[in-house]
Nanobody, 126 residues
């Protein structure tokens, strides 16, 4: 059973940085893609970034390219999302999610994620 726990959210000023963590347990991450999603108030949840653990292939939504970096620490079973130059529109609940990729990470899209954490709130405001 996939178990994911997010942490690291908080209040940050525009232009600031935060690092989110997604701690994984009870499954072998090697055959999964881990993604970060956010849900802004009144809006649908959207994909932000994802990483295929077996080959470290990454993908970023256009809105965050050049500002966010996704990474994994296998020894800690943790995926990170480093968020720099945060903007007010980055406010929302950030979720991490897992999709089993059977070693074929390139086949994973945003709709394939089926195991979710509880989310962590990020507020970008002055």
């Amino acid at each position: 059973q996939v178990h994911l726990v997010e942490s690291g959210g908080g209040l940050v000023q525009p232009g600031g940085s935060l690092r989110l963590s997604c701690a994984a347990s009870d499954f072998n991450m090697d055959y999964y893609t881990i993604g970060w999603f956010r849900q802004a108030p009144g809006k649908e949840r959207e994909g932000v970034s994802r990483i295929s653990i077996n080959d470290r292939t990454t993908y970023y939504a256009d809105a965050v390219k050049g500002r966010f970096t996704i990474s994994v620490d296998i020894a800690q079973d943790t995926v990170y999302l480093q968020m720099n130059s945060l903007k007010p529109e980055g406010t929302g609940v950030y979720y991490c999610a897992a999709a089993e990729n059977y070693g074929l990470g390139y086949r994973i899209g945003w709709a394939d994620f089926d195991s979710w954490g509880q989310g962590t709130q990020v507020t970008v405001s002055s």
